[in-house]
C-alpha cells in the first residue's frame, strides 16, 4: 500500500533562518506531488505542484521554493523565513482524483 | 476568481443536532467534489467524494452529501451529530489542468459539538 510520510512534525525557526520540508512517498510512482499551506483562518492554500521529476508549479508568489529531485521526494525550501510563513504545512500526493495526504508540519516563525 | 466558498467558519451543536454545512464553488465544467476532515491533533482525512452518478453521495460516520449542479454546490450533512464530530470540516473541488489534477480548499468549518 502506499503510504506519504511528512518531516519534521513541529518546527520552530526564528526569522531569517532557512527551511527545509521534506516529504516522500512509498508504494506507487511517478505521483503527483503537491504543497499546501493552511494559515489560521484561511483553509488550505496550494503552493506547488509537480507531475514529475524537475517539473515544479507555482501557485502563489512567495518566500518559498520547492524541489522535486528524485521520483519520490518533495522538498519544500526557503532561504530565508519571514514571519508570515508560520503555518501548517501539508503534502499531498495523488494518481488521479483522489489525493492522500502526510501528517503536515506545523511551522513556527519567531 | 474561481474559487470553494463554505459560508460557516464556525458552528456550534448540540449532541443529536442536524448539521449542514454549505459549499460552493465557481468552476465551470467537470468537477471532482470532496469533503475532509481534521480531528483535532490529526491528519486530514477523507469524508467522502463525488465524480459522477448518483448525486447523494454517502460517507463515513453516517456524513452524505449532495451534489447540485445547478447551484454548483456540495453540502455536507450529517442527521444527528455526536461530540466525537468536533472537528474542522474542508470542502475541495479537484480540476484536471495542465495535465494534472489540482485540488483548490475551501476556507474550513470549525464545528464543535457540545455533549
Known amino acids: 500500500s502506499q503510504t506519504i510520510h511528512q518531516w519534521p512534525a513541529t518546527l520552530v525557526q526564528p526569522v531569517g533562518s532557512p527551511l527545509s520540508l521534506e516529504c516522500t512517498v512509498e508504494g506507487t510512482s511517478n505521483p503527483n506531488l503537491y504543497w499546501y499551506r493552511q494559515a489560521a483562518g484561511r483553509g488550505l492554500q496550494l503552493l506547488f505542484y509537480s507531475v514529475g521529476i524537475g517539473q515544479i508549479s507555482s501557485e502563489v508568489p512567495q518566500n518559498l521554493s520547492a524541489s522535486r529531485p528524485q521520483d519520490r521526494q518533495f522538498i519544500l525550501s526557503s532561504k530565508k523565513l519571514l514571519l508570515s510563513d508560520s503555518g501548517f504545512y501539508l503534502c499531498?500526493?495523488?494518481?488521479?482524483?483522489?489525493?492522500?495526504f502526510g501528517q503536515g508540519t506545523r511551522l513556527t516563525v519567531v | 476568481a474561481q474559487s470553494v466558498s463554505q459560508h460557516n467558519h464556525h458552528v456550534i451543536l448540540s449532541e443529536a443536532a442536524s448539521l449542514e454545512l454549505g459549499c460552493n464553488y465557481s468552476y465551470g465544467g467537470t468537477v471532482n467534489l470532496f469533503w475532509y476532515v481534521q480531528y483535532p491533533g490529526q491528519h486530514l482525512q477523507l469524508l467522502l467524494k463525488?465524480?459522477?452518478?448518483?448525486?447523494l453521495v454517502k460517507g463515513i460516520k453516517g456524513f452524505e452529501a449532495e451534489f447540485i449542479k445547478s447551484k454548483f454546490s456540495f453540502n455536507l450533512r450529517k442527521p444527528s451529530v455526536q461530540w466525537s464530530d468536533t472537528a474542522e470540516y474542508f470542502c475541495a473541488v479537484n480540476r484536471r489542468l495542465s495535465g494534472t489534477y489540482k485540488y483548490i480548499f475551501g476556507t474550513g468549518t470549525r464545528l464543535k459539538v457540545l455533549a
Open positions: 463525488y465524480f459522477s452518478g448518483d448525486p
Open positions: 499531498a500526493w495523488s494518481w488521479t482524483e483522489e489525493a492522500f
